[in-house]
């Protein structure tokens, strides 16, 4: 498909997909408390949507992803956050 | 249009799902074993487990015509338990030769903890020593990209294992590449919050090509959606993939996977050799 075809058929779904986004990160800049290192991630993941290079999402998932190559002693949690808290 | 759906978790699903995959065009399910949202508290607990999945599920999914095939392990949810891992492992040597089960999975990681790795390594073991197929579970956002890296380490590090057997499922932009480029197949996973999108896949379709890559629903009893991989097949349609580049992704990749298992016969197969007998 060209790029017209594509803005047809995905533009009003990244829209809206945008707008989401925008609104999440003011509900939370309206809320009390302090934030944690997600939000930062996403912030800082953000930077990723300005490459030209045809990776933004590969590079956006290893920004959010754990760096470190060795296993980690024990399993505390069966859950993941969505994003390296960098410990 | 036929499919298959190689990643489904029917245990936790109602009756009506299937009714709809077959409407959809489904001619086989499998099922990993996976983590059932709690810890079983004893090998008896995973006894019950494989007689569900090599037993009673294939008799529900037959009386809609749908085959249903099954893979074994114990999850990497429940591995930090090594003992009990390790009692586990033992007791799958005796379901292997039941008629619906194509291997060992969904094994592999979840934390990427020193006990899932010995565990993984446990099952990759008892894959080898028994021949069978693999099907490997990788963690979750965050913990995906490492865990993936670990895997195919302890895969490759195992002379008898042939990455042609093994399929390295829900991987994303991040860790397809690593995934053929190390000769496995790759799954994607198609779950409305996490893993990803039917666009993203199909992006992936066309970056990577069709070989060795399959789509699934991995639907469970979280957020999913049993007719992820026909919808997915709508999307390739809507990005001008013809009838059969569809088919390929949908049908005939994981039949070219699958029946590396002789055991495993898509529906209409399986009634042509009944009506044959």
Known sequence: MNRQQLLDLYFLEARAKLIDLAAFLDRVERAEGEADFRLAALMDALKDLRREDGCRAENILLRL??????????ATTKAACGAWPGK | MRYIEPHAHMVSRVTDDYRDMLAAGCVAVCEPAFWAGFD??????????????????????AKFGLPHYCWLCINPKESEDVTLAREVVALIPQFLGRENVLGIGEIGLNKNSRNELRVLEMHVDLAARHEQLILVHTPHLEDKHKGTRLILDVLRSDQRIRPERCIID??????????????????????????????????????????????NSACDWGVSVPLAVPYAALEMRRRGHNPDAVEQMVYRNPLIFLRQCPKFLPSYEADAKHAVA
């Open chain 2, 170 to 215: 829900h991987v994303e932009e991040h860790t397809v590449k690593i995934v053929l480029d190390a000769g496995f197949w790759a799954g994607m996973t198609l779950y409305p919050e996490s893993k990803c999108t039917a666009a993203r896949a199909v992006d992936m379709i066309e970056h990577y090509g069709s070989e060795r890559l399959w789509m």
């Open chain 1, 65 to 74: 992803s754990d760096p470190t190559v060795e296993p980690i002693p024990a």
């Open chain 2, 40 to 61: 079983r508290s004893s090998p008896a607990g995973f006894f019950d487990y494989f007689a569900q999945l090599t037993d009673y599920e294939p008799r529900r999914a």
